[in-house]
């Protein structure tokens, strides 16, 4: 009757080449970029030198702030436009699904495209400074390439795309004989809202944006690209990237990286912590 | 006079309204859902809007409720009217098929939710809602989350919410229909007893005509998005006007033909299809030379064995035997190739193929026109 009696130990070896590629390709060089934090290149013994130099070295413990001041912003900007987006657009709305696909057009793209359309159309001598001059707003361009707004920007389109591409989905599971029921016993639009819909999406939107968040803390291209490495944008990825490609110091570069993952954990704890205060189950009732 | 008393001790009582329905007419672009509805309910009244799905029904409920705007036309409450008040402000009770009870509450807040809107005193919601609790059984369970009730609680917790705002009018849409079959009996009673305490006007939609009948005091046929037919429950189960009333009402047994003679207060009718004769018993509203359906429902119809009947009997063979425990359905296939369906009470006393006669009583045989 019961299947799992006649499960044996030797059918788990059937995990086995499942197992075997995920255990050579990630658990190995995870242990393997861990354990290297703790030594010097060219030394055998242990040391927490690595992170004394990370914390006490300016060039690397500012990546920290450096990092969240630009992705977390954007973040919340991105949660806003496409909370705002999906939520008009979840009744069946004329032109609704060609705003969803534009919004979430920019994932197909992927970064490295946004980026140079950033640039193309926010330099000095694009099309929106063009625009700008043109119709005499402003005398000289604004700077929104090449430093922080070039990356917050181009960070914005592709968080945006990501946290709507998981709303649109997510809007049509509250039920919408829920808010009808709330508007009959005499909630305005705003109370149906905050006491209806927002309090059963709410969940599901913190966990999008927390998995956007930790995301973006990873950015490295739109950095390089239409930030400024050397100094706005320096994010997590891209001191790394320079100590493993261009001063070949693995151990550092991996330091950053074990940095950059306790980072995202705490991120990662604060959101959910935020989102355990609120209603977590599911919208629907009905048996 | 019990009822009266009743009414004068009971701390709920509403003043009921009444509810009127000028030529609605709904369009969802070039589909009519509904056309040109006319419709009075009376204070107090249980207005049932009976129909097969696609009829129309849920849509007048809605634009009632004020989820679908009319296309044309106009309903008013106590003559007031309501098209341009906005669905927050029309003072409806709302019970949803889904119930739509709000998942992160428990079953008081679910409750209280619409008095919260009204901002009613601390006091007196607590005294509202306990109160609405006790009047649906739902004792003990105010602190319970929806989610761990069963079926037939979240209906009450639904009725509860929709009566505890006092509503003027109270709308039901199919709220019996995802109960069991022993539940749904139970619930209907209480429904009923509920709307003779609080006399309420209410709204019911169903596509179930035992629900229809058992619970409303005027009934409302619809189909095609046109009101076929309203009355009350007696009416339309005992002289349903046309064709489609009486078959969703379940007449089961239609002949078309003509009424080509009068004998003795009574019409002879002549079918089209096979010129089978019939006796029928004399009604005002038709006379000779008309283009009539004969119906009978299945109950009606007699199984006999005496022969010595002469009149109004066809002969036949059981084809279908289809025994439902406190009654039988049969097929009869007579020898003009009809088939008739008969219910015959108690045991099946009737082997599958066996020779039979039916016996048309001209009394309960009712003539009703096509459309």
Same mark, same amino acid.
């Given at each position: 009757?019961?299947?799992e009696?006649?499960?044996?130990?030797r059918?788990?070896?059937?995990?086995?080449p499942?197992?075997?590629p995920?255990?050579?390709?990630?658990v190995?060089?995870?242990?393997?970029?861990?354990v290297?934090?703790f030594?010097q290149?060219e030394?055998?013994?242990?040391?927490?030198a690595?992170?004394v130099?990370?914390?006490t070295?300016s060039n690397?413990?500012?990546?920290?702030?450096?990092?969240?001041?630009l992705?977390?912003?954007?973040?919340?900007?991105?949660?806003?436009i496409a909370f705002?987006i999906?939520y008009f657009?979840?009744e069946k709305m004329?032109g609704?699904?060609?705003i969803?696909?534009?919004?979430?057009?920019?994932?197909?793209?992927? $970064?490295i495209?946004?980026d140079m359309?950033?640039i193309?159309?926010?330099?000095p001598?694009?099309?929106?400074?063009?625009t700008l001059?043109n119709m005499?707003?402003?005398?000289?361009?604004?700077t929104?390439?090449?430093?922080?707004?070039?990356?917050?920007?181009a960070l914005?389109?592709?968080g945006t795309?990501?946290i709507a591409?998981?709303?649109?989905?997510?809007?049509?599971?509250?039920?919408?004989n829920?808010?009808r029921?709330?508007?009959?016993?005499?909630?305005s639009?705003?109370v149906?809202f905050?006491?209806?819909?927002w309090?059963l999406i709410?969940?599901?939107?913190?966990t999008?944006?927390?998995?956007n968040?930790i995301?973006q803390?990873?950015?490295?291209?739109t950095?390089?690209?239409v930030?400024?490495?050397a100094s706005?944008?320096?994010?997590?990825?891209?001191?790394?990237?320079?100590?493993?490609m261009?001063?070949?110091?693995?151990?550092?570069a991996n330091?950053?990286?074990i940095?950059?993952g306790i980072t995202?954990?705490?991120v990662l704890?604060?959101v959910?912590a935020?989102?355990?205060?609120?209603y977590?189950?599911?919208a629907s009732t009905?048996? | 006079?019990?009822q009266?008393?009743k009414k004068?001790n009971?701390?709920?009582?509403?003043?009921s309204?009444r509810?009127?329905i000028?030529?609605?007419?709904k369009?969802?672009?070039?589909?009519?859902?509904v056309?040109?509805?006319?419709?009075?309910?009376?204070n107090g009244?249980?207005?049932?809007l009976l129909?097969?799905?696609?009829c129309?029904k849920t849509?007048?409920?809605?634009?009632i409720?004020?989820?679908?705007?009319?296309t044309?036309?106009?309903?008013?409450?106590?003559?007031?009217?309501?098209?341009?008040?906005d669905?927050s402000r029309?003072?409806?009770g709302?019970?949803f098929?889904?119930y739509?009870?709000?998942?992160?509450?428990?079953?008081?807040?679910?409750?209280?939710f619409?008095?919260d809107?009204?901002?009613?005193?601390?006091?007196?919601?607590k005294?509202?809602?306990?109160?609405a609790?006790?009047?649906?059984?739902?004792?003990?369970l105010?602190?319970?989350?929806i989610k761990?009730?069963?079926?037939?609680?979240q209906?009450?917790?639904?009725?509860?919410?929709?009566?505890?705002?006092?509503?003027r009018?109270?709308l039901?849409?199919e709220?019996l229909?995802?109960?069991d079959?022993?539940l749904r009996?139970e619930?209907?009673?209480?429904?009923?007893?509920?709307?003779d305490?609080?006399?309420?006007?209410?709204?019911?939609v169903t596509h179930?005509?035992?629900?229809a009948?058992?619970?409303?005091?005027?009934v409302?046929?619809?189909?095609?998005?046109i009101i076929?037919?309203?009355g009350?429950p007696k009416?339309?189960f005992?002289k349903p006007?046309?064709y489609?009333?009486?078959?969703?009402i379940?007449y089961?047994?239609?002949l078309?033909?003509?009424?080509?003679d009068?004998q003795d207060?009574?019409?002879?009718?002549e079918?089209?299809?096979?010129?089978?004769?019939?006796v029928?018993n004399?009604?005002?509203?038709h006379?000779v030379?008309?283009?009539?359906i004969?119906?009978?429902k299945?109950?009606?119809l007699?199984?006999?064995t005496d022969?010595?009947i002469g009149?109004n009997?066809l002969s036949?063979k059981i084809?279908?035997?289809?025994?439902?425990g $406190?009654a039988?359905g049969y097929?009869?296939?007579?020898k003009e190739g009809r088939t008739f369906?008969?219910?015959?009470?108690?045991?099946?006393?009737?082997a599958?193929?066996?020779?039979?006669r039916?016996?048309?009583d001209p009394?309960?045989?009712?003539?009703?026109?096509?459309?």
């Amino acid at each position: 009757m019961n299947q799992e009696v006649f499960a044996k130990k030797r059918d788990y070896l059937l995990l086995l080449p499942s197992l075997i590629p995920l255990l050579l390709l990630f658990v190995y060089p995870l242990l393997k970029g861990f354990v290297m934090t703790f030594q010097q290149p060219e030394t055998a013994g242990l040391t927490l030198a690595n992170y004394v130099e990370f914390f006490t070295n300016s060039n690397y413990y500012d990546t920290i702030w450096r990092t969240l001041y630009l992705v977390v912003p954007a973040s919340i900007i991105e949660l806003f436009i496409a909370f705002g987006i999906t939520y008009f657009i979840r009744e069946k709305m004329r032109g609704g699904g060609i705003i969803a696909g534009l919004t979430i057009f920019p994932l197909t793209l992927g $970064s490295i495209i946004v980026d140079m359309a950033v640039i193309a159309f926010f330099k000095p001598t694009g099309w929106f400074n063009t625009t700008l001059i043109n119709m005499g707003l402003i005398d000289e361009p604004f700077t929104l390439v090449y430093n922080y707004a070039g990356a917050f920007i181009a960070l914005v389109i592709l968080g945006t795309a990501f946290i709507a591409s998981n709303l649109v989905g997510m809007m049509g599971t509250i039920d919408p004989n829920l808010e009808r029921a709330a508007r009959t016993l005499g909630a305005s639009r705003w109370v149906t809202f905050k006491r209806v819909f927002w309090p059963l999406i709410r969940s599901n939107v913190l966990t999008v944006f927390a998995l956007n968040l930790i995301m973006q803390i990873g950015v490295y291209s739109t950095a390089v690209i239409v930030g400024n490495p050397a100094s706005e944008t320096r994010t997590f990825v891209v001191v790394a990237f320079e100590e493993a490609m261009r001063n070949f110091n693995y151990n550092m570069a991996n330091t950053v990286a074990i940095v950059m993952g306790i980072t995202q954990l705490l991120v990662l704890s604060i959101v959910f912590a935020i989102r355990k205060r609120g209603y977590i189950g599911s919208a629907s009732t009905f048996k | 006079m019990s009822q009266a008393v009743k009414k004068k001790n009971s701390t709920t009582i509403l003043d009921s309204t009444r509810v009127e329905i000028r030529n609605l007419t709904k369009q969802f672009g070039s589909t009519t859902a509904v056309h040109n509805a006319s419709l009075d309910i009376e204070n107090g009244e249980f207005m049932t809007l009976l129909g097969p799905s696609g009829c129309g029904k849920t849509t007048i409920l809605s634009m009632i409720l004020g989820t679908l705007q009319p296309t044309s036309g106009e309903i008013t409450f106590n003559g007031q009217p309501i098209n341009k008040i906005d669905m927050s402000r029309r003072d409806i009770g709302m019970v949803f098929q889904n119930y739509a009870l709000f998942p992160h509450m428990t079953v008081a807040q679910n409750i209280a939710f619409g008095l919260d809107m009204r901002k009613v005193s601390k006091s007196e919601k607590k005294k509202r809602v306990e109160e609405a609790i006790e009047m649906v059984q739902l004792n003990d369970l105010g602190n319970r989350f929806i989610k761990d009730l069963s079926g037939g609680q979240q209906q009450r917790v639904a009725l509860a919410r929709a009566i505890v705002i006092r509503p003027r009018v109270l709308l039901l849409d199919e709220p019996l229909s995802n109960l069991d079959a022993k539940l749904r009996k139970e619930m209907r009673t209480q429904l009923k007893k509920l709307h003779d305490e609080l006399g309420i006007t209410t709204i019911y939609v169903t596509h179930d005509q035992e629900e229809a009948l058992s619970l409303s005091t005027k009934v409302t046929v619809m189909s095609n998005g046109i009101i076929q037919q309203i009355g009350t429950p007696k009416e339309i189960f005992g002289k349903p006007k046309n064709y489609f009333v009486a078959n969703f009402i379940g007449y089961g047994n239609f002949l078309r033909g003509k009424l080509i003679d009068e004998q003795d207060g009574q019409f002879i009718f002549e079918a089209d299809k096979d010129s089978v004769r019939l006796v029928v018993n004399h009604d005002k509203q038709h006379q000779v030379g008309d283009e009539v359906i004969l119906t009978i429902k299945p109950e009606m119809l007699e199984i006999i064995t005496d022969p010595k009947i002469g009149m109004n009997t066809l002969s036949g063979k059981i084809t279908v035997s289809d025994y439902i425990g $406190s009654a039988t359905g049969y097929e009869v296939e007579t020898k003009e190739g009809r088939t008739f369906k008969v219910n015959v009470l108690g045991l099946n006393p009737y082997a599958m193929g066996e020779e039979v006669r039916l016996y048309l009583d001209p009394a309960k045989l009712l003539i009703i026109d096509e459309e």
